[in-house]
C-alpha cells in the first residue's frame, strides 16, 4: 500500500472517529451508516484523482463535485435530472432541509428524532469536514493543521451533547487525530528511505559524520505532536464553553429535584423565545394526540405550567414545593358547588419525539393515571417529571372538570381571599405607569371586575386595533409591555402577559398560563395537537368559578363562552347579538355585515376586512443560475456522470416501474402489473440471467429461481408476479392484484443475497439492462434512416444482432 493510499485512509479514520462524538445527538444511527459510504466514495475519488495525477486544486474541486452528486441524489433525487444531476430546484431543497433542520435542533431534546433536515446536517458535515481534513492532511500535504476541522467537528457536537460518555467521544477523536498525524510522519519519513522502527537506533557514522538526535527527519513529528497536544487540549475546554440543546417548547431547567415525601422544589422556566420558535415552524409536527369525553373539545385547553411570578420585564413560574401525586388531587380553589363543571376523561399520548419535563393537562384535573417519575404542585396544579422524566412517548389518563361558569355567576363573584388577592395581585415599581393607566382607560365604565376582565379582552381581541405576528422582536426589559401597547404587534406572549399585567393593577387576580389550544379533530375522532397549537392565555380568580381562561389574542383559540355573552344591562343590550365561538376544528365564521358584527367574528376577522395576503414564494433562481448550472453540468457530464449514467437510468426506471399505485382504471392495472413484470426481467437479467422472448412468463419465472438459486419466499413472490402477467394477457376480466412492486424488490433482494461480490457490483454500477436504452436508439436511429430511404436494411440487421442477448448469467 503506497503512503498516499495509507494517509487517504486514515483520514476518513479521523474524519468518522470525531465524527462518531454526534452520535448521542440524535436516536438513530443509519445516518452514519450512510456517512460511512458517501465519505469513503469521496475519499476513494480523491485517491484515484491523485493517482492520475491531477493538479491539487482539480482534486478537491472533482471531491466536492462528487460529494454534490452524491448529496443530491440521497437527499433530493426528485428535483434533479437523472437523479444526480443538480439543478436550481436541488438547491432550493437543500436550503429548505437545512432551514427545517435548524428549526428541529431548536424545537427537540437530544435524543433528538432523525428527520430529514438534521440527517442532512450530519452527512454532509461529515462530508464537508471529511473533504477539509484530506485535501489538508493528502492533497496538501500537511496533517497537523487538520486538525483544526476534527476539532470543530467534535468540539460542536461535544458542546451539544448532554451525558456522561464524553470522554469516550473523546478519545475516539483523538486516536484518529493522532493516527493521522502518525500516517503523515511515517509518509514523510519514507521519502527519506527510511520507516518507523520500534525502537532507537544505535549512534552510526556516516563518513565521519554523525546524525543528530533532532536531526530535520524527526521534525515532522514533533510538530505534529506538539500542534496535536495543543488541538487535544482545546478540544477539551472548547465544548464547556457551548451552549446545550434546548427541551423543546420549555427547556428542562424546571426538573424536579426533591426526593421522598417532601419533595424538593420546581425552579422558574421562561418560554418566550421557545414559543415563539414552535410557533414559526414550517410544519405543524404533532406533539399529542388525545380523546376526550367533552361536549365542547374547543375549550380543551392543554395546560402545562402556570407563570404567576412578576418582575415587570416577564413572566415566570415561582419556585414551590412539590409531592408525590395523590390518587386524587384537590378540589381546585374557589370553585363552589352551583356552578357549572362537568366531569370529562381525556386519554393522551405524547410523541416520542416531544421531551419536556412539565405534563400537558386539562385544566382543573382531579385525577391523572400515568406511570413514571412525576410529582405534584398543588398552588399551579401541574405534573413535573423527577429525575429526568419527560413526556416522551407516555400515554395518560386524565380526569377533569369543566368549568362553565355564566356570565351573571361572574360578575356577582364575591371578593377573593385576602393572601390570594395580595399575592396575584402584586406588580413591581418598576412597571412603566402608562400600563395601569392604559388599564383604566379601556375598562371605563366597567362596574365588576368581570366587566373589566371583558373589556381588556375585547381591547386586545376585537376593537384595539392589534395585529398578531409572530415574527416580531420578542422584546424584553422594563419598557417590553408599555412597547408592545404602542406598536400593537405580537404574538399569544405579548397578549397574555400584558393583559395580566393590566388585570392586576386593576387589582383582579391574575396569572398566564402556557401550554397547547385544543389542536384539530381526526377522522377517527381523536384530536391532534401540533408544535404550532403551543400557546398562552391569562387566567384570572374568580371566587366561585376558580381560576378562569379569558382569549385577548387575535385569530387565535377561543373565547370563552362567558366572556362573549356577558350580563345583560341597558347599556350593552347589543352583547346579546354575540356570535358561539368557532370550534378549532371547523373552518372559519360565515362572514357577517360589519354594522352586526360579533366580537368573536372580528377576532376571527370575518367582518369584511380586507384579508391579510399569505407571502408567495419566491420567484425560480434568475438567469445567473443557469449559467452556473450549465457550466456544472458539463463539467459532471466529462468527470462522472458518463460512468454513472447507467446505474442513474435503472434506479429511475426501477422507481418509475414499481412507484404509485395499481391505477382506477383496468388498463391502469394492467399497465402496472406489465411495468412490473417488466423490472422483475431487467433485475434478473442484472445480475447474468438474460432474458428470452420465446419463453411464457411461467418458464422464465422457473429459470429465474434455478438460475438465480432464490429462497422459498423470492420464488413465492416471482410466481406472484408471473400468474399476475398471465392474468393480464389472456385471462377475459383480469382479477386486480395487489403488492407485485414488493414481491419484485423480493426477487431482487433474493438475487442479490445469492449473487457473488462481483456481479452485486456490476448489476449496481454497470446494469446489463441498460443496453435497452442502446436499442432504444437504435430503432429511432433506423426509423429516422427508413423516413428518408437512407440504408435501412443495413440498420435492421444491426439492430436485430444488438438484440441478441447471451442467456448465461456472468
Known sequence: MSGSVRLTICAALATLAASSAML??????????????????????????????LARPLTVAAQALVALLMLTAVFARREAFLGVLPGPGVFREFGQLLADGGDDVGLYAIPAPLTEGIRLMLVGGVLLIGLVVDALAVTYRSAAPAGLPLLALYSVAAGLADGGRDWLWFLFAAAGYLLLLLAEGRDRLAQWGRVFGGGQAPARSYGGLAPAADGPALAP????????????????????????????????????????????????????????????????????????????????????????KF???????????????????????????????????????????YAQTWLPLPYPASRVDIRGRWRFEPEGRTLVGDRGQTTKGVSYRVTSLQVQPTATQLAK????????????????????????????????????????????????????????????????????IATFLEQKEGFC??????????????????????????GVRQADGSYSVGVRDAHAWPELYFEGAGWTRFEPTPTRGNQPDYTTRPVPSEDD?????????????????????????????????????????????????????????????????????????????????????LGGSGGRTPEDAAERTLAAWRELIDTAWDYGIAPDEAETSRMTVIRVVQVGRLDTAAAEAAHRVAEAVEQVLYAPRPRPVTGLADDVRRVAAGLRATAGRGARLGALLAPRSTVRVVWACSLRWHAFLARWGWGAPRWSRLTALLRRPSRQRG
Open 573 to 657: 343590550e347589543r352583547r346579546k347579538e354575540t356570535a358561539k365561538p368557532t370550534s378549532p376544528a371547523q373552518g372559519p365564521a360565515t362572514p357577517t355585515p360589519k354594522d352586526s358584527c360579533s366580537p368573536q367574528a372580528k377576532k376571527l376577522g370575518d367582518c369584511g376586512a380586507p384579508a391579510t395576503k399569505e407571502p408567495e414564494e419566491e420567484a425560480a433562481g434568475g438567469g445567473w443560475e443557469a449559467h452556473t448550472v450549465i457550466g456544472l453540468g458539463a463539467l459532471v457530464l466529462l468527470v462522472v456522470v458518463v460512468p454513472l449514467s447507467p446505474m442513474a437510468w435503472r434506479l429511475r426506471t426501477r422507481s418509475r416501474r
Open 493 to 518: 406572549v405579548h397578549y397574555s402577559f400584558s393583559m395580566a399585567a393590566m388585570a392586576r393593577t386593576l387589582g383582579i387576580p391574575a396569572r398566564v398560563a402556557v401550554g397547547f389550544t385544543p
Open 221 to 308: 513529528v514533533r510538530t505534529g505532536r506538539r500542534i496535536g497536544a495543543l488541538a487535544l487540549g482545546i478540544a477539551l475546554a472548547v465544548p464547556a464553553m457551548l451552549p446545550s440543546l434546548g427541551g423543546g417548547l420549555l427547556d428542562r431547567q424546571g426538573s424536579g429535584g426533591g426526593q421522598g415525601d417532601g419533595g424538593g422544589t420546581i425552579s422558574a422556566v421562561n418560554p418566550l423565545v421557545s414559543l415563539q420558535n414552535s410557533l414559526n415552524q414550517p410544519e405543524n409536527r404533532e406533539v399529542l394526540r388525545y380523546n376526550t369525553s367533552s361536549l365542547a373539545p374547543q375549550d380543551m385547553y392543554l395546560r402545562i405550567v402556570a407563570l404567576d
Open 413 to 480: 363573584a364575591p371578593a377573593p381571599p385576602a393572601q390570594l388577592l395580595r399575592e396575584y395581585t402584586e406588580v413591581p415599581d418598576s412597571l412603566p405607569p402608562v400600563v395601569a393607566e392604559r388599564a383604566r382607560e379601556v375598562t371605563a365604565g366597567g362596574r365588576t371586575a368581570y366587566e373589566k376582565a371583558v373589556k381588556l379582552q375585547d381591547w386586545f381581541a376585537v376593537n384595539g386595533g392589534f395585529r398578531y405576528d409572530t415574527e416580531v422582536e420578542t422584546g424584553s426589559g422594563r419598557q417590553a
Open 24 to 53: 448521542p445527538l440524535v436516536d438513530a444511527r443509519g445516518w452514519m451508516v450512510q456517512a460511512v459510504i458517501l465519505l469513503a466514495i469521496q475519499s476513494a475519488v480523491g485517491a484515484v484523482a491523485r493517482r492520475v495525477p
Open 311 to 353: 418582575d415587570g420585564a416577564s413572566w415566570k413560574p415561582s419556585e414551590r414545593r412539590v409531592t408525590e401525586v395523590p390518587p386524587t388531587l384537590p378540589q381546585p380553589p374557589g370553585l363552589a358547588r352551583d356552578v357549572l363543571a362537568p366531569e370529562v376523561t381525556t386519554s393522551l399520548s405524547a410523541a416520542k419525539n
